[in-house]
């Protein structure tokens, strides 16, 4: 992805992105129910690879797949491209585990940029130390055979309810994570950029005693005079 843009939204909260993206019509790209394990300040940001599980078949779904060099799950790990966040569709259900730590220490030295699953990890306490950011619903330590099959990798999935196709642009922080349609990911970042400015403006100036209406949102000239000197004197 432009490196530029990938700058520009490290900066920038789900929220004010969730904004941006609701003015253009898009109201379901928030994956929902997932939280981060471990956030340390740094937000999530990288083009999506993805994995889909389905429900497993006990005849399908022995300890013996494990061994077998094509299993997807293993192979998405080792064809994840670095810089990318590699987003799980676990059908929203955390009874069986999406991966563990063994195996988000291996995305992390080949350089990921992220992990995302709708359902949960084993291992979530030593996931949380990795220096990869992590989100998922909840610690669930049954290995992911026990309920789900990986069957398909870097194809459309559903993750928490919004969609996700291969290349869209991840980005997650302290709250949650959104999915941004990668043809608008350049124009979404350079207004949400804006936005972010005007909203670091509008906290200090309610800091400082003043009322919302008619500053937030912006419907007097006033604010957008003393916005634009505020923005000089601060270099935004």
Same mark, same amino acid.
């Given at each position: 992805?432009?490196? !530029?843009?990938?700058?520009?939204?490290?900066?920038?909260?789900?929220?004010? =992105?969730?904004?941006?993206?609701?003015?253009?019509?898009?109201?379901?790209?928030?994956?929902?129910?997932?939280?981060? =394990?471990?956030?340390?300040?740094?937000?999530?940001?990288?083009?999506?690879?993805?994995?889909?599980?389905?429900?497993?078949?006990?005849?399908?779904?022995? =300890?013996? !797949?494990?061994?077998?060099?094509?299993?997807?799950?293993?192979?998405?790990?080792?064809?994840?491209?670095?810089?990318?966040?590699?987003?799980?569709?676990?059908?929203?259900?955390?009874?069986?585990?999406?991966?563990?730590?063994? =195996?988000?220490?291996?995305?992390?030295?080949?350089?990921?940029?992220?992990?995302?699953?709708?359902?949960?990890?084993?291992?979530?306490?030593?996931?949380?130390?990795?220096?990869?950011?992590?989100?998922?619903?909840?610690?669930?330590?049954?290995?992911?055979?026990?309920?789900?099959?990986?069957?398909?990798?870097?194809?459309?999935?559903?993750?928490?309810?919004?969609?996700?196709?291969?290349?869209?642009?991840?980005?997650?922080?302290?709250?949650?994570?959104?999915?941004?349609?990668?043809?608008?990911?350049?124009?979404?970042?350079?207004?949400?950029?804006?936005?972010?400015?005007?909203?670091?403006?509008?906290?200090?100036?309610?800091?400082?005693? !003043?009322?919302?209406?008619?500053?937030?949102?912006?419907?007097?000239?006033?604010?957008?005079?003393?916005?634009?000197?505020?923005?000089?004197?601060?270099?935004?």
């Amino acid at each position: 992805m432009n490196s !530029e843009t990938r700058e520009k939204l490290s900066t920038i909260s789900v929220a004010t =992105l969730a904004t941006a993206l609701y003015k253009r019509g898009l109201r379901n790209q928030v994956i929902q129910g997932v939280r981060p =394990l471990g956030y340390k300040g740094k937000s999530m940001v990288g083009p999506a690879f993805t994995l889909r599980y389905m429900p497993a078949r006990e005849d399908r779904n022995q =300890l013996v !797949e494990f061994r077998n060099p094509a299993h997807p799950q293993r192979v998405a790990i080792e064809t994840c491209p670095p810089g990318h966040v590699l987003v799980m569709d676990s059908r929203k259900d955390a009874s069986a585990a999406s991966a563990g730590d063994i =195996l988000v220490t291996r995305l992390m030295v080949r350089g990921g940029a992220g992990i995302v699953s709708d359902g949960g990890f084993r291992d979530a306490a030593t996931i949380a130390e990795l220096d990869i950011p992590a989100y998922h619903t909840r610690p669930s330590s049954p290995t992911n055979l026990t309920k789900h099959e990986a069957i398909e990798i870097n194809g459309p999935i559903g993750c928490g309810d919004a969609p996700v196709f291969p290349g869209d642009i991840i980005v997650g922080d302290a709250d949650c994570v959104i999915v941004i349609p990668a043809d608008i990911a350049d124009e979404v970042a350079n207004e949400a950029v804006e936005m972010t400015a005007y909203e670091d403006f509008v906290v200090e100036r309610v800091k400082a005693g !003043e009322t919302i209406i008619g500053l937030y949102p912006c419907t007097k000239d006033e604010h957008q005079t003393a916005f634009a000197a505020w923005r000089k004197a601060n270099g935004r």
